[in-house]
C-alpha cells in the first residue's frame, strides 16, 4: 500500500475513533436530555392536577372534586402532547380511568412503597408489560413514559396519580436529534476524506522530492540543494540531507584529486624507477661485454650504487609513510636537548645547500632546548623540512631556529627560506601524499616521491604536535614545528 493511503488510512481511523466517540457522546446525552425534560413536564402536569384537587371527604375519604370529566378536560387540554391521567386512591386502588367490573387494578407494590416515602417513580410503560401498572383504555397497544407522584394530606398518603406521554412523540424528537448528528457526521466524514487527502499528498509529495534527490545524488549529481524551513522532523531530515550531500562531494572531489596524485604518482614513480633501472642494465650489458674500458669500470660500479640506492630510497619512503600513517611505528618519547640533533642535520646538509648556493644560517640556540620527542623521528622531521627547503631556493639563505614556549608547554622550531614560495592553493595541498608543489623539479635529487613533508605531517601529528606552514610566491616560505611537553600533547585527527 502506497504511503499516501496508509496516511489517509491513519487519518481517517483516527477522525473516525473521535467522531464516533463524540457521536455516541452526544446522541446518550440528548436521549438522556429528551428524557428527563419529558419526565419534568411530566411531574409538572401532575403537580398541576394536584393543586386543582379538593380535599377528600374526611368521612368517606373520596374524592369528590376529582371527578373523570374534570381529568378529561385535562387531557383534553394536554392531548397535543399525548398526556394522560391515572389515579390510585389511598388503599392502592385505581379510581380513574375506571377499572372493569369485578377489577381491581392496583399499582406494584415496589412503587406504592416508594410514594409512601414520598418519592417520585419514572419508568416506561410497554405494551407488553401490564401487570402492576394502570390500564387506560381496551386494547391500547402503545408505550408511555411516565411518572407516578404521591399526594399527601395531614402527612398520609391519600391518592397517587400516574402521567404519562406516548413515547412514540419523545423517539420522533430523539430520531430527528440523532439524524441531524447523523447528517453532520456524514459532512465531517467526506470533509476529513477531503482533508486528509490533502495532508498526506503534502507530506508525501515532500518525500518524494527527497527520493528524487537521492536518486540524482545516486547519479553523481551533487548539486542538489532541497529547501527546508526548519518546521518539523522532514524539515530536519532535509537539512542533513543538505549537509550529506555537501559531504559527498567534497569526499567525490578529495576522492577524484586523490586519484589524480595517485595516477601522477604512478607515472613520476615508473619514470623515476625506469631512468636507474635502464642506466644499471646498461652498465651491467656492458660490463658483461666488455664494452666499458678498464679505468671507467670504477666509476660505472659507483654509478650503479648510486641509482640503487636512490630507488631503495624511494621505495623506503612509501614504506615508512604507510607505517607512520597506520601507526605501526612506536614513539619511543624522551627529553633530550635539541642543540646537537639541530647542530648535526646542518652540517649534514650544508653540503647539499651549496650545490643549491644556498647558505644555512643556525641562529642562536638557548642554552639548554628541552624537546620532548622520539629522537629519531625528531630528526627525520627536521631533515625533511630542511631538505624541502633546499629543494626550493637557489643562491638564497635558509634560517634555523629553535626556542621554549613556556606559556605553552612547548618547544617550537622554525625553518624560513627566501625560495620560491608557494601559493595559497599550494600551502592546502602540500600534506597530501605525492603533491609536489613544483612538478618541474621531480627530477631532482632530493624529492622524487612527493611524500617527505606528507611524512612530516604525520609525524608531528603523532606526537601530538602541530606544524604551520606561511608561505608566499617568490618571497619563501617558513615552517613552524611545534612539540609539547609531556602530559600537554594536543590530540589531532591525522592527515586527510
Known amino acids: 500500500m502506497k504511503l499516501i493511503y496508509q496516511n489517509m488510512l491513519s487519518f481517517l481511523i483516527v477522525i473516525l475513533t473521535t467522531l464516533g466517540i463524540i457521536l455516541y457522546s452526544v446522541t446518550s446525552a440528548s436521549t438522556n436530555w429528551e428524557y428527563n425534560r419529558t419526565y419534568k413536564s411530566l411531574e409538572s402536569y401532575a403537580g398541576n392536577l394536584e393543586k386543582i384537587a379538593l380535599k377528600t371527604d374526611p368521612k368517606t375519604g373520596q374524592m369528590h372534586n376529582i371527578t373523570g370529566d374534570n381529568i378529561r378536560t385535562v387531557e383534553q387540554v394536554l392531548s397535543e402532547r399525548n398526556v ?54 381496551k386494547d391500547d397497544n402503545r408505550s408511555y413514559v411516565y411518572v407516578l407522584t404521591p399526594w399527601f394530606q395531614n402527612g398520609k ?39 486528509s487527502f490533502l495532508l498526506s499528498r503534502y507530506q508525501v509529495n515532500r ?10 545524488v545516486a547519479n553523481n549529481d551533487f548539486s542538489v540543494h532541497i529547501e527546508s524551513k526548519g518546521r518539523d522532523e522532514l524539515d530536519d531530515l532535509s537539512d542533513d540531507f543538505n549537509q550529506m550531500v555537501k559531504s559527498l562531494e567534497a569526499s567525490d572531489t578529495e576522492i577524484k584529486r586523490q586519484e589524480q596524485r595517485r595516477k601522477e604518482f604512478m607515472a613520476d614513480a ?15 650489458e656492458g660490463l658483461a661485454y666488455d664494452a666499458i674500458p678498464e679505468e671507467s669500470k670504477g666509476q660505472s660500479i659507483q654509478l650503479m650504487r648510486n641509482e640503487t640506492k636512490r630507488l631503495i630510497r624511494l621505495v623506503n619512503e612509501n ?16 627529553v633530550f636537548d635539541a642543540n646537537k640533533p639541530m647542530q648535526d642535520i646542518t652540517s649534514q646538509l650544508e653540503k647539499k645547500a651549496k650545490t643549491s648556493g644556498d647558505e644555512l644560517i643556525l641562529k642562536p640556540f638557548d642554552s639548554e632546548l628541552k624537546t620532548y620527542a622520539d629522537y629519531d623521528r625528531f630528526v627525520q622531521v627536521i631533515f625533511n623540512i630542511m631538505q624541502n627547503a633546499i629543494q626550493f631556493t637557489n643562491d638564497g639563505k635558509i634560517f634555523i631556529s629553535g626556542t621554549r614556549d613556556e606559556t605553552r608547554h612547548a618547544s617550537v622550531f622554525t625553518v624560513s627560506d627566501t625560495g620560491i614560495g608557494m601559493s595559497e592553493d599550494q600551502v592546502k595541498n602540500i600534506w597530501d601524499r605525492y603533491y609536489k608543489a613544483d612538478p618541474s623539479r621531480k627530477n631532482r635529487k632530493y624529492g622524487e616521491s612527493g611524500l617527505g613533508l606528507s611524512i ?3 609525524l608531528v601529528e603523532n606526537h601530538g604536535g602541530e606544524i604551520e606552514v606561511k608561505s608566499k610566491v617568490n618571497e619563501g616560505t617558513t615552517f613552524i614545528v611545534t612539540l609539547f611537553d609531556e602530559g600537554f600533547e594536543h590530540k589531532t585527527t591525522g592527515n586527510e
Do not use: C
Open 319 to 334: 614504506l615508512d609513510y604507510e607505517k607512520i600513517r597506520t601507526n605501526q611505528i612506536t614513539m619511543a618519547k624522551r
Open 207 to 216: 518525500i518524494n522530492r527527497l527520493r528524487s534527490a537521492t536518486k540524482k
Open 456 to 458: 612530516v605531517h604525520q
Open 157 to 195: 398518603l391519600i391518592a397517587a396519580v400516574w402521567a404519562g406521554s406516548d413515547v412514540s412523540e419523545l423517539q420522533t424528537n430523539i430520531g430527528e436529534i440523532n439524524s441531524r448528528l447523523y447528517f453532520a457526521l456524514l459532512i465531517s466524514l467526506l470533509a476529513a476524506i477531503i482533508l
Open 84 to 137: 394522560q391521567f391515572a389515579i390510585f386512591d389511598y388503599n392502592n386502588n385505581q379510581v380513574y380511568p375506571t377499572a372493569p367490573a369485578n377489577v381491581k387494578l392496583h399499582l406494584k407494590k415496589s412503587y406504592w412503597t416508594k410514594l409512601k416515602q414520598g418519592k417520585t417513580v419514572r419508568n416506561i410503560q410497554k405494551p407488553q408489560n401490564t401487570a402492576g401498572n394502570p390500564r387506560l383504555r
Open 270 to 284: 615508473s619514470h623515476e624507477m625506469r631512468t636507474p633501472l635502464t642506466t644499471i642494465n646498461g652498465l651491467l
